[in-house]
């Protein structure tokens, strides 16, 4: 039976939706009539609570438990996960495309000696590897390709472009792996920088009503907030609003700012740039007022 590991992004004791849209995904990727177990890779310190909650969503949990994990840091991970890769033979390692995932993807593959298909949007097992879709030119083409082999794969998943189906209740087998002493020296942590103090996440948004240059001038995001009120919406923009200094940059959607995955997105006064809508993902009924 296939292996499919999952490395699980977490913050602040919270698991990133990221890893239940990988999980989903790497259920499809067993072979027809053999089914698959999925597991996942946590790195973290003090995680043995994210890891009980785990539990639903995977078949086994690989647990890298230390104070040397407490941040971040892809050269460490990198070595870990090599490690296990060596140990387990999984089919495909996923990992999702976040600044994490983009640290440690490179070094992985490398290690590990195996071909990476990075910002995937798709992803299937074919019948001499693995296929998938990515965008190119920041989203205006896409673009299949794939990797031919028994297994060893790897590949970064694009959060928000696969849907997190209901936890199978797999009743996760818990694994405490070994951290060594000396891991990855390289990199020392300087500092966090928290977000800006009343920031919206509007990633998680169900509903946004997002204003563009079209509304012309900044006494008008007045009109666009009460209408987001009414609406039970949050408000979001492109980057010339931000550029202007009319919204934070945490507000901007686009390959340059923030990928959301609304179930309803307004789009008033924007001209629908791929930069823009790049940052638009899954199905979100979508009208503009132009
Ligand atoms: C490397 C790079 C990265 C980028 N990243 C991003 C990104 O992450 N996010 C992003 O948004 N952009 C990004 N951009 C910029 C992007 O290319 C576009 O310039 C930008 O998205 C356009 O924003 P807009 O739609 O607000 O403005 P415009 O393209 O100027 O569109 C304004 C629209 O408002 C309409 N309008 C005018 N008056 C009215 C009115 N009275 N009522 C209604 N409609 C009206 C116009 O017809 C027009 O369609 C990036 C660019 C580069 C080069």
Redesign the pocket.
Known sequence: MRLILVLVEHSGGVVDDSAFELASAARKLGEPGEGVRVGAVLLGNDVSGIAEGLGRWFDDIYVFDSPRLQVPDGVAGAELLAGLIEQEQPFVTLIPHTNTGMDLAPALAIRAGAPLLADCITLEATEDGISAVRTRY?GKVHARISAAGTGGFMATLRPGSFAATEAPGAGGELHTMAVPEGLAPQRRFVETIAPEPGAVDISQAEVLVAV???I?EEEHLEIIRSLARAMGAEIAC????VDKGWLAKSY??????VAVKPKVYLA??????Y??TG?IKGAPFIAA??
């Open positions: 920041g563009g240059r079209g012309d492109t980057r010339p609003v901007q959607v686009g390959t340059s700012g008033i006064g924007i001209s629908g740039s930069q823009h940052g007022i132009n």
